[in-house]
């Protein structure tokens, strides 16, 4: 598996760990529909995350995931949280910048995403945060010597 876009080359790694069964990202510059056309909209406020579902893997390989994740050391803390899903097997990860799970509360009082709330009290985040995911692959690709 190959991801194109820059922001989601951390799946095509995170896909080198283990098989995916399913996975996601925020895309920076989307293609989106407009009128009959599709053109790129800019998403940078929005802060960067990967989601994904390992097929089979091991609580080594997602602890030593874990560590790179959160060890690394650039110019955003970022997080890596895992969610059972209900009634079905499997658990949803996601790594993302820390700062959103720290602003869950105050975003749904405004009936808003973390990310929306995010783009608009802290709109600088996102940008920086793209910029240091490049950092953040490039970290976990050498902690699996990929």
Request: aromatic share 10%; hydrophobic share 45%; charged share 25%.
């Amino acid at each position: 598996m190959t991801v194109e876009n820059e922001e989601g080359h951390l799946l095509t790694v995170i896909a080198e760990i283990g098989v995916l069964e399913w996975q996601k990202y925020q895309q920076r510059f989307p293609k989106v529909r407009v009128g009959n056309e599709m053109q790129r909209e800019d998403h940078s406020a929005l802060p960067p995350f990967i989601a994904f579902r390992f097929e089979c893997i091991s609580n080594v390989d997602i602890d030593k995931l874990k560590v790179a994740v959160e060890g690394y050391r650039g110019r955003v803390a970022w997080s890596l949280v895992g969610r059972s899903r209900e009634g079905l097997p499997g658990i949803n990860w996601m790594i993302a910048p820390s700062r959103l799970w720290g602003v869950d509360e105050c975003a749904l009082q405004v009936n808003m995403t973390a990310a929306v709330y995010l783009s608009i009290h802290e709109p600088l985040l996102g940008p920086v945060a793209y910029e240091d995911l490049i950092g953040l692959t490039e970290y976990v690709r050498s902690v699996f010597d990929l």
